[in-house]
T-cell receptor
Framework: DAKTTQPTSMDCAEGRAANLPCNHS???????VYWYRQIHSQGPQYIIH???NNETNEMASLIITEDRKSSTLILPHATLRDTAVYYC?????????????FGGGTRLMVKP | DTGVSQDPRHKITKRGQNVTFRCDPI?????LYWYRQTLGQGPEFLTY????????KSRLLSDRFSAERPKGSFSTLEIQRTEQGDSAMYLC?????????????FGPGTRLTVL
């Protein structure tokens, strides 16, 4: 699976949009981009995934560049409860073990 | 609450003791995963079951680590002769199978402290 690069930490004001970038310049054509987050003392939680088109659900939007080498997770109206570590993961459909390979993630701090 | 439960939530043990953790996945999920997470790091994949078959175990950290899923429902992860370096959060996840995409639902984890 392709490696991802994310900023170590970011701050966001409550009520504003949080834009979390992810670089995956070595992504292959069949690899999906997944986003999970982990709130302190909890297990990771799935947010959204996509292949090449932009995606939106009740939690967030995922914008993938046309060349698929980077993506941005958007939390449209961040709340204090969105403070968490956000992981961008690139994964092929059928990798060995169906594993998720987590990097260090981005620690998002939402401030009042 | 994701529907995945883990027991115990916390375990303190002395070096050299054996420990066993249990994971109960979402009932209709046939895939079950174990991960380990050390402080400040992302989760690290350990092993994976589809039903009762352990299809990937090459990432288990040493032969002191073993996992079972005897009836394709709950799973146990055992660590024998624990070492201080085994102190970590052990996470279980489950997912449904069949298609290429399968969201993994994680439990709350078992935090192990080896003294």
């Amino acid at each position: 699976d392709a490696k991802t690069t994310q900023p170590t930490s970011m701050d966001c004001a409550e009520g504003r949009a949080a834009n979390l970038p992810c670089n995956h310049s070595t992504i292959s054509g069949n690899e999906y981009v997944y986003w999970y987050r982990q709130i302190h003392s909890q297990g990771p939680q799935y947010i959204i995934h996509g292949l090449k088109n932009n995606e939106t659900n009740e939690m967030a939007s995922l914008i993938i560049t046309e060349d698929r080498k980077s993506s941005t997770l958007i939390l449209p109206h961040a709340t204090l409860r969105d403070t968490a570590v956000y992981y961008c993961i690139v994964r092929a459909p059928y990798n060995a073990g169906n594993m998720l390979t987590f990097g260090g993630g981005t620690r998002l701090m939402v401030k009042p | 609450d994701t529907g995945v439960s883990q027991d115990p939530r916390h375990k303190i043990t002395k070096r050299g003791q054996n420990v066993t953790f249990r994971c109960d996945p979402i009932s209709e999920h046939n895939r079950l995963y174990w991960y380990r997470q050390t402080l400040g790091q992302g989760p690290e994949f350990l092993t994976y079951f589809q039903n009762e078959a352990q299809l990937e175990k090459s990432r288990l950290l040493s032969d002191r680590f073993s996992a079972e899923r005897p009836k394709g429902s709950f799973s146990t992860l055992e660590i024998q002769r624990t070492e201080q370096g085994d102190s970590a959060m052990y996470l279980c996840a489950s997912s449904s199978g069949g298609v290429s995409y399968n969201e993994q639902f994680f439990g709350p984890g078992t935090r192990l402290t080896v003294l």
